[in-house]
């Protein structure tokens, strides 16, 4: 048990919970006044982006090279660590869904919270943990000011806001958390 608090702390796990929470609570204040439809999914996407980006900095640990060196298996660690990441931003939001405001169904959620994770994940072993943030902060970016989606790859690229069930969005989002999830777990972030 002794590991888990110590990786839980190098890989700042608490400050992670807090940051979400806070993401969470503060968009949750922002539906609460009734200004977007309860079917506008800006918010939640907004929610598990938020949170997303909040576990991404555990994604490096202190000293990579240490990491590197150490005699335990990494990969099924890393994909771990990305999959309960992936169900601690999903339950988060759930769980503030629960004071009243629901704002997305839990296909949605689940979908989302997936498809960003591997974001993330594709992000760190790309551009290292310090970055890891920049692909799904792009793509949320991107997906909140472009037109609505009419043709096949605009549907792929707006998987975060489509509704669950969408075939090009359940597509995307599985291949991020798939291909994203691999490379982490295989690669590690990079130096």
């Known amino acids: 048990m002794r590991w888990l608090t110590l990786y839980a702390r190098s890989r700042q796990v608490p400050a992670s919970l807090v940051a979400m929470l806070i993401g969470a609570v503060a968009v949750w204040a922002l539906a609460r006044d009734g200004s977007s439809g309860p079917g506008d999914p800006k918010l939640p996407a907004l929610i598990l982006t938020t949170g997303a980006l909040a576990v991404s900095v555990g994604l490096g640990g202190q000293d990579l090279a240490l990491d590197r060196t150490a005699a335990i298996r990494w990969v099924p660690r890393r994909a771990a660590h990305v999959l309960l990441a992936g169900a601690a931003v999903a339950a988060v939001l759930l769980t503030v869904q629960t004071m009243g405001v629901s704002m ?88």
């Open 104 to 191: 997305a169904t839990t296909a949605f959620v689940v979908r989302d919270s997936a498809g960003l994770m591997g974001l993330v994940a594709l992000g760190a072993a790309l551009s290292g943990g310090q970055y890891a943030w920049t692909l799904p902060f792009a793509w949320l970016s991107f997906v909140f000011f472009a037109p609505p989606p009419t043709s096949l790859p605009m549907q792929a690229a707006m998987w975060m806001l489509l509704p669950p069930g969408t075939t090009a969005g359940t597509w995307t989002a599985l291949v991020l958390t798939v291909v994203g999830s691999a490379a982490y777990a295989v690669a590690g972030p990079r130096r």
